[in-house]
């Protein structure tokens, strides 16, 4: 099984750029794993264009989520979901637990922590 794990930052290869040449390169990722601070529409164009499960959890910058959640995507931040993942005799399900977020280290973003928290 082959995942795509993503995090912070918006790669131009796989955002703006995208080519059959992509499409390619990528055709053997089962699963995309987002580790926070993305774009929504990001995250909804990667499950759109590989056609496999994204299950992201939020960063310390992803208050934005609950104004517009990611649409097509499983939000495990806090819980364990189970993702179908494959094709044909290669299928099966993987369980994934999300703890997203940070140590709190500012009052500004959301999405951080105390030790107690």
């Given at each position: 099984?082959?995942i795509l794990?993503?995090?912070?930052?918006?790669?131009?290869?796989l955002?703006?750029?995208?080519?059959?040449?992509?499409?390619?390169r990528?055709?053997?990722?089962s699963l995309?794993l987002?580790?926070?601070?993305?774009?929504?529409?990001?995250?909804?164009f990667?499950?759109?264009?590989?056609?496999v499960?994204l299950?992201?959890?939020?960063?310390?910058?992803?208050?934005?989520?609950?104004?517009?959640?990611?649409?097509?995507?499983?939000?495990a931040?806090?819980?364990?979901?189970?993702?179908e993942?494959?094709?044909?005799?290669?299928?099966?399900?993987?369980?994934?637990?999300?703890l997203?977020?940070?140590?709190?280290y500012?009052?500004?973003a959301s999405?951080?922590?105390?030790?107690?928290?």
């Amino acid at each position: 099984m082959k995942i795509l794990l993503i995090s912070d930052t918006e790669e131009r290869s796989l955002w703006d750029n995208w080519t059959g040449a992509t499409a390619e390169r990528l055709a053997d990722v089962s699963l995309i794993l987002s580790a926070g601070d993305l774009k929504a529409e990001y995250l909804e164009f990667l499950v759109t264009m590989l056609n496999v499960p994204l299950v992201y959890v939020r960063g310390n910058h992803d208050g934005m989520y609950d104004e517009r959640p990611t649409e097509g995507c499983e939000d495990a931040d806090g819980k364990v979901v189970e993702i179908e993942c494959g094709s044909g005799s290669s299928k099966h399900k993987i369980r994934i637990l999300g703890l997203g977020g940070l140590m709190r280290y500012n009052d500004e973003a959301s999405d951080m922590y105390t030790e107690r928290e």
